[in-house]
């Protein structure tokens, strides 16, 4: 028993050993554990500063050269996507804010939150009011004074001139096109993707089935006008054409990045011009309206809202907007005949009333300072290319010639607009053949001179004979100049002795002297100019045939004459910039009681010539300013004729021997040109005409050539596209304006019988009610 208890002692003891030292074992390497826990710890914080210290460095480097390259271009991190959306058409009266029966949610939205433009102009018809826009030129400067670019006429842009995509494009922007273009497509120097834009997808003429994508230059001449880039778009007929602009101008927003390069969208519909087409869906709000014409148009005014709303929703989606500056603008008056209306505005389309220059436009942007708003600053649709390009961090220093300002700061922070005065046009080509009555008449029979003899001969001006004075004259002291649109270098004749008139008679009074425009016209220079025929020529008209033929041989005369007027054609700034306008406004409550009869050899511009300028609050229109009534809202005055005869109005009584052809108004104390102020206020009448002659000194001849018949669509696959080699000289082809062949006949003129237009409009409007109804 008792080796026994021993043993188990033993045992015990053994036992109790083993645990000892499987404690000590344990203990000792969970120290070991601890201790190399510690030691990985200390390391990965150790690792953990230096990828920090690594990480600061490098954000730091990175913040450096971020620096570094915002400060070397620090203007293309400010610059906003600009969305220019251009209507056909539209009236003053065509809006929501100042129509309430039509029915443009989304317009007015827009026009509310942003700054309204009440006091912008653009011109009378199509194609000058897109020229401007583009070029930044008055179209006295760019040849296109006369009427529009048709689709057979082989006439575009100039070739030299840069145009405003082109100057985006040099600031970084990625320019596009959508709509109508009606600028010429002659040639393919002509088409938007040779003018600055990246791509293009529209319309080349002016007038557009808006469903099978037609257009007609008359009877039996017409071609599907659709294009992308430079091809034929063919297999989109059925689809209307507000919509699928639409769509187009959507897939541009979806697929650029908002970030990477700013945007240029230059969305220009061809609603609402004619034909009047519409889906029905759009129609039924305006079932009330008994006039069917108007009904319609007011519809395609609502296409016009959706498609901006539309726009306006990709711009948010898709990251746009918030650096985005948004342009609505139409270019023109609208047409009564054709459902528009100007009311409570005088005039329509194609004249130089205000119906047909005043404009509907606003400007909706989160960049600008002062929203919500309306602008009286006055704007002209030649401003859009210094604002825009200025906006953009772009260069205008090499655009020689511009007539537009930067009104930038006058929309955006309410500033006074640095414009101050207008032409609207001069145009030398609708001036009637005699006229020698109304004011102008007045003052030649008060001064007893007998000049009715040469002017009452009725000759065109382009048929004047070679040595033969043109029935247009400038008379003015200083020498005029000539502006050769065909020769590089313009010849210089002997001039025939004329009799200058007396300095003093052409002086106004010392108060009142007449200066250009307020700005810096460095770039042009007086240097007198003699005419090859002895006279001051007609813009445009025709000449000798020997100089003709000398003329031809030389290429691109137009772009080289227009260059150089261009860079010549501007006196220096007057010491006092606003001396005309701020005299002419403080004028306009303190009218004289009398004033001294005017001679004819004191005016200074010839009254008959088709022209139109606004100077401070005056304008003075000469000529034949076109139709000018009020036509209120769903009133035909008078049969409607086809589209392109409503381009340009006719004298109401043509045979008449006592038609007024000068008109003055104050435009802001009359904007509805009610209250004829030329007789009572000669003097400023006189002042106006000055700047017409000043003007008409820099204007470039009158581009207006014929047809060409091989512009007919059945000749290239039945479609409207550029049929002139680039090799070809075509604009050196002709004299600038249209001059028919001796060997035409004339065409017989039919009876007139208006019994039988009556029916035949009544039968067309009965029948349009009919399948119309709704």
């Given at each position: 028993?008792?080796?026994?208890?021993?043993?188990?002692?033993?045992?015990?003891?053994?036992?109790?050993?083993?645990?000892?030292?499987?404690?000590?074992?344990?203990?000792?390497?969970?120290e070991q554990n601890q201790t190399q826990n510690q030691t990985q710890n200390q390391n990965q914080n150790q690792n953990q500063n230096q990828n920090q210290t690594q990480n600061q460095s490098q954000n730091q480097s990175q913040s450096d050269r971020n620096t570094h390259s915002d400060e070397s271009e620090p203007k293309k991190k400010n610059q906003p996507h600009i969305i220019f959306i251009l209507t056909d058409d539209q009236g003053f009266n065509d809006i929501g804010y100042h129509n309430p029966t039509i029915k443009t949610p989304t317009l007015d939205k827009l026009a509310a939150e942003g700054v309204t433009l009440e006091n912008y102009y653009v011109q009378p018809i199509c194609t000058p009011s897109r020229s401007q826009l583009i070029t930044g030129?008055?179209?006295?400067?760019?040849?296109?004074?006369?009427?529009?670019?048709?689709?057979?006429?082989?006439?575009?842009?100039?070739?030299?001139?840069?145009?405003?995509?082109?100057?985006?494009?040099?600031?970084?922007?990625?320019?596009?096109?959508?709509?109508?273009?009606?600028?010429?497509?002659?040639?393919?120097?002509?088409?938007?993707?040779?003018?600055?834009?990246?791509?293009?997808?529209?319309?080349?003429?002016?007038?557009?089935?808006?469903?099978?994508?037609?257009?007609?230059?008359?009877?039996?001449?017409?071609?599907?006008?659709?294009?992308?880039?430079?091809?034929?778009?063919?297999?989109?007929?059925?689809?209307?054409?507000?919509?699928?602009?639409?769509?187009?101008?959507?897939?541009?927003?979806?697929?650029?990045?908002?970030?990477?390069?700013?945007?240029?969208?230059?969305?220009?519909?061809?609603?609402?011009?004619?034909?009047?087409?519409?889906?029905?869906s759009y129609i039924y709000p305006y079932r009330d309206m008994v006039n069917v014409a108007r009904r319609k148009f007011a519809a395609m005014v609502s296409t016009v809202d959706e498609a901006v709303r539309n726009v306006t929703y990709a711009l948010r989606k898709h990251g746009f907007y918030r650096n985005s500056v948004i342009i609505y603008s139409t270019d023109n008056g609208a047409q009564p005949f054709t459902g528009g209306s100007n009311w409570p505005l005088r005039g329509r389309k194609g004249t130089y009333w205000e119906g047909g220059v005043r404009g509907v436009a606003f400007v909706h942007s989160p960049l600008l300072r002062r929203r919500r708003r309306v602008s009286k600053a006055l704007v002209h649709i030649t401003d859009w290319f210094p604002?825009?390009?200025?906006?953009?961090?772009?260069?205008?220093?090499?655009?020689?010639?511009?007539?537009?300002?930067?009104?930038?700061?006058?929309?955006?922070?309410?500033?006074?607009?640095?414009?101050?005065?207008?032409?609207?046009?001069?145009?030398?080509?609708?001036?009637?053949?005699?006229?020698?009555?109304?004011?102008?008449?007045?003052?030649?029979?008060?001064?007893?001179?007998?000049?009715?003899?040469?002017?009452?001969?009725?000759?065109?001006?382009?048929?004047?004979?070679?040595?033969?004075?043109?029935?247009?004259?400038?008379?003015?002291?200083?020498?005029?100049?000539?502006?050769?649109?065909?020769?590089?270098?313009?010849?210089?004749?002997?001039?025939?002795?004329?009799?200058?008139?007396?300095?003093?008679?052409?002086?106004?009074?010392?108060?009142?002297?007449?200066?250009?425009?307020?700005?810096?016209?460095?770039?042009?220079?007086?240097?007198?100019?003699?005419?090859?025929?002895?006279?001051?020529?007609?813009?445009?008209?025709?000449?000798?045939?020997?100089?003709?033929?000398?003329?031809?041989?030389?290429?691109?005369?137009?772009?080289?004459?227009?260059?150089?007027?261009?860079?010549?054609?501007?006196?220096?700034?007057?010491?006092?910039?606003?001396?005309?306008?701020?005299?002419?406004?403080?004028?306009?409550?303190?009218?004289?009681?009398?004033?001294?009869?005017?001679?004819?050899?004191?005016?200074?511009?010839?009254?008959?010539?088709?022209?139109?300028?606004?100077?401070?609050?005056?304008?003075?229109?000469?000529?034949?300013?076109?139709?000018?009534?009020?036509?209120?809202?769903?009133?035909?005055?008078?049969?409607?004729?086809?589209?392109?005869?409503?381009?340009?109005?006719?004298?109401?009584?043509?045979?008449?021997?006592?038609?007024?052809?000068?008109?003055?108004?104050?435009?802001?104390?009359?904007?509805?040109?009610?209250?004829?102020?030329?007789?009572?206020?000669?003097?400023?009448?006189?002042?106006?005409?000055?700047?017409?002659?000043?003007?008409?000194?820099?204007?470039?001849?009158?581009?207006?050539?014929?047809?060409?018949?091989?512009?007919?669509?059945?000749?290239?696959?039945?479609?409207?596209?550029?049929?002139?080699?680039?090799?070809?000289?075509?604009?050196?082809?002709?004299?600038?304006?249209?001059?028919?062949?001796?060997?035409?006949?004339?065409?017989?003129?039919?009876?007139?019988?208006?019994?039988?237009?009556?029916?035949?409009?009544?039968?067309?409007?009965?029948?349009?009610?009919?399948?119309?109804?709704?």
């Amino acid at each position: 028993m008792t080796s026994r208890k021993v043993k188990m002692q033993t045992v015990a003891l053994t036992v109790l050993s083993v645990l000892l030292s499987l404690d000590c074992l344990s203990a000792h390497r969970a120290e070991q554990n601890q201790t190399q826990n510690q030691t990985q710890n200390q390391n990965q914080n150790q690792n953990q500063n230096q990828n920090q210290t690594q990480n600061q460095s490098q954000n730091q480097s990175q913040s450096d050269r971020n620096t570094h390259s915002d400060e070397s271009e620090p203007k293309k991190k400010n610059q906003p996507h600009i969305i220019f959306i251009l209507t056909d058409d539209q009236g003053f009266n065509d809006i929501g804010y100042h129509n309430p029966t039509i029915k443009t949610p989304t317009l007015d939205k827009l026009a509310a939150e942003g700054v309204t433009l009440e006091n912008y102009y653009v011109q009378p018809i199509c194609t000058p009011s897109r020229s401007q826009l583009i070029t930044g030129r008055y179209q006295i400067h760019t040849g296109l004074q006369h009427s529009i670019i048709r689709p057979s006429q082989p006439s575009c842009l100039p070739a030299h001139m840069d145009t405003l995509p082109e100057r985006l494009r040099e600031a970084g922007y990625a320019t596009h096109m959508v709509g109508k273009w009606h600028l010429g497509f002659y040639r393919k120097a002509c088409l938007p993707t040779r003018k600055g834009f990246d791509s293009f997808f529209g319309s080349l003429t002016g007038s557009v089935d808006y469903y099978s994508y037609g257009s007609c230059d008359g009877p039996g001449l017409c071609g599907y006008d659709l294009h992308e880039d430079e091809d034929v778009a063919w297999g989109q007929e059925g689809k209307y054409s507000t919509t699928l602009f639409t769509q187009r101008a959507r897939k541009i927003l979806e697929s650029h990045d908002p970030t990477d390069k700013p945007l240029f969208l230059l969305l220009s519909l061809q609603a609402v011009h004619t034909p009047l087409q519409t889906p029905k869906s759009y129609i039924y709000p305006y079932r009330d309206m008994v006039n069917v014409a108007r009904r319609k148009f007011a519809a395609m005014v609502s296409t016009v809202d959706e498609a901006v709303r539309n726009v306006t929703y990709a711009l948010r989606k898709h990251g746009f907007y918030r650096n985005s500056v948004i342009i609505y603008s139409t270019d023109n008056g609208a047409q009564p005949f054709t459902g528009g209306s100007n009311w409570p505005l005088r005039g329509r389309k194609g004249t130089y009333w205000e119906g047909g220059v005043r404009g509907v436009a606003f400007v909706h942007s989160p960049l600008l300072r002062r929203r919500r708003r309306v602008s009286k600053a006055l704007v002209h649709i030649t401003d859009w290319f210094p604002t825009l390009v200025g906006l953009a961090g772009g260069n205008t220093s090499e655009s020689y010639g511009l007539d537009g300002f930067d009104v930038w700061p006058a929309i955006s922070e309410g500033r006074e607009s640095p414009r101050q005065e207008i032409l609207h046009n001069i145009d030398p080509l609708h001036k009637p053949a005699a006229q020698t009555t109304g004011w102008d008449a007045g003052t030649r029979a008060a001064s007893g001179n007998d000049h009715n003899k040469t002017s009452t001969k009725k000759k065109k001006i382009q048929k004047l004979k070679p040595k033969q004075k043109s029935a247009f004259r400038l008379k003015t002291t200083k020498k005029p100049r000539t502006f050769s649109h065909h020769a590089a270098k313009p010849k210089i004749k002997p001039k025939p002795k004329i009799k200058p008139l007396p300095k003093s008679k052409l002086k106004p009074k010392p108060r009142t002297k007449v200066h250009p425009q307020n700005r810096s016209l460095s770039h042009h220079s007086p240097r007198p100019k003699s005419y090859s025929s002895g006279a001051p020529p007609v813009s445009g008209m025709s000449r000798p045939r020997s100089q003709i033929q000398s003329r031809l041989k030389s290429k691109s005369r137009r772009n080289i004459s227009q260059k150089q007027t261009l860079s010549r054609s501007r006196p220096p700034q007057p010491k006092s910039q606003t001396q005309l306008t701020s005299h002419l406004r403080n004028q306009n409550m303190s009218r004289p009681t009398s004033h001294p009869a005017v001679r004819p050899s004191e005016s200074p511009w010839d009254a008959s010539v088709q022209a139109a300028i606004r100077v401070g609050d005056w304008k003075l229109l000469t000529g034949d300013p076109g139709h000018g009534d009020w036509v209120p809202p769903q009133v035909l005055p008078t049969l409607p004729g086809r589209w392109w005869n409503l381009e340009r109005a006719v004298l109401l009584f043509p045979k008449s021997s006592a038609l007024k052809n000068v008109w003055l108004f104050n435009i802001t104390a009359d904007p509805c040109e009610r209250r004829d102020l030329a007789d009572q206020r000669p003097d400023v009448v006189q002042r106006l005409m000055a700047r017409l002659a000043y003007y008409n000194q820099t204007a470039v001849p009158v581009y207006f050539p014929p047809d060409d018949p091989l512009a007919d669509p059945s000749q290239h696959g039945g479609a409207w596209v550029p049929w002139v080699d680039e090799e070809e000289d075509e604009e050196g082809k002709y004299h600038g304006v249209y001059k028919k062949g001796r060997n035409n006949k004339k065409k017989r003129k039919k009876p007139r019988c208006p019994l039988c237009k009556l029916k035949s409009f009544f039968l067309k409007l009965n029948t349009g009610m009919m399948s119309n109804r709704i």
